[in-house]
Nanobody
Framework: VQLQASGGGLVQAGGSLSLSCAAS????????MGWFRQAPGKEREFVAA????????YYTDSVKGRFTISRDKIKNMVYLQMNSLKPEDAAVYYC???????????????????WGQGTQVTVSS
């Protein structure tokens, strides 16, 4: 699976950004698609995930109610709509794909075998 993330940029606190991830190379029906982020000096952390087939979504607590993950099964795209952005949301955001759904590990990077190149999100206060 090849993943191409885009949509990052600079936004003021309280603003919105939408990230996109184009997926190609495999049928994604059994996959879980996720977004992770990594700030300087910090570990990569889970942000959100969506089961490709059923559309179930999962979020880390800090983004619930502000971020929305979605997928377009026709276009093979995954999106992350980010609203009410905070300075602590600033990071490089990565799109990732896990071939199988393991609910107990959906928030861990381990099941995600495929990663996009990352897109920078900067939030000014």
């Amino acid at each position: 699976v090849q993943l191409q993330a885009s949509g990052g940029g600079l936004v003021q606190a309280g603003g919105s950004l939408s990230l996109s991830c184009a997926a190609s190379g495999r049928t994604l029906s059994s996959y879980v698609m996720g977004w992770f982020r990594q700030a300087p000096g910090k570990e990569r952390e889970f942000v959100a995930a969506v089961k490709w087939s059923a559309g179930f979504t999962y979020y880390t607590d800090s983004v619930k109610g502000r971020f929305t993950i979605s997928r377009d099964k026709i276009k093979n795209m995954v999106y992350l709509q980010m609203n009410s952005l905070k300075p602590e949301d600033a990071a490089v955001y990565y799109c990732a794909a896990a071939p199988r759904s393991i609910l107990t590990m959906i928030r861990s990077p381990s099941p995600y075998h495929y990663w996009g190149q990352g897109t920078q999100v900067t939030v000014s206060s």
